[in-house]
C-alpha cells in the first residue's frame, strides 16, 4: 500500500517543490504543492506538471489524486 509519504517522495523526485503536503487513506491522496514550476501555468498545465512527475503511479499505485496547486507568492498570499 502507498503511504502520503511514498506520494510526497514520488513528487518530489520529478518536481522542485517549495512546500508539499500529502495526506491520503493508501489510495485516496489530497496534496497541497507550492513551486515555481507553476508561474504563469494554468490549473490544468499544473495539474499534468505533477501527474508527469508521478508517472505510471496515476494508472496502477494511486487511485485517486486531489490537489491544491500554488506558486510560492500565491502561498504567500493563502498565508496572510
Known amino acids: 500500500m502507498v503511504s502520503p ?3 510526497k517522495g514520488y513528487i ?11 495526506i491520503g487513506d493508501g ?9 515555481a514550476t507553476f508561474e504563469d501555468k494554468g ?3 499544473r495539474h499534468q506538471i505533477v501527474y508527469a ?14 490537489m491544491k496547486t ?3 507568492a500565491e502561498w504567500k498570499e493563502q498565508a496572510s
Open 5 to 7: 509519504d511514498d506520494v
Open 12 to 22: 518530489q523526485g520529478g518536481l522542485d517543490c517549495d512546500h508539499i503536503s500529502v
Open 27 to 35: 489510495q485516496h491522496f489530497e496534496a497541497v504543492i507550492v513551486s
Open 43 to 45: 490549473r490544468l498545465q
Open 53 to 66: 512527475a508521478l508517472g505510471d503511479r496515476m494508472k496502477s499505485e494511486i487511485h485517486a489524486l486531489s
Open 70 to 72: 500554488f506558486t510560492p
